[in-house]
């Protein structure tokens, strides 16, 4: 039962790690899908 819990608490910290970890090297979904024509705004 641990190993269950330690096991969920390690995917948490990783998948909140990789998202802002890739959120701030610009690997966000929207720097990716938008081009160079887009108006934002």
């Known amino acids: 039962m641990k190993a269950m819990f330690a096991a969920f608490v390690a995917?948490?910290?990783i998948t909140v790690g990789?998202?802002?970890g890739l959120n701030h090297a610009g690997?966000?979904?929207q720097d990716r899908t938008s081009?160079?024509?887009?108006?934002?705004?």
């Open 11 to 13: 995917l948490v910290v």
């Open 18 to 20: 990789a998202w802002y």
């Open 27 to 29: 690997f966000s979904i």
């Open 35 to 41: 081009g160079d024509a887009v108006r934002l705004g």
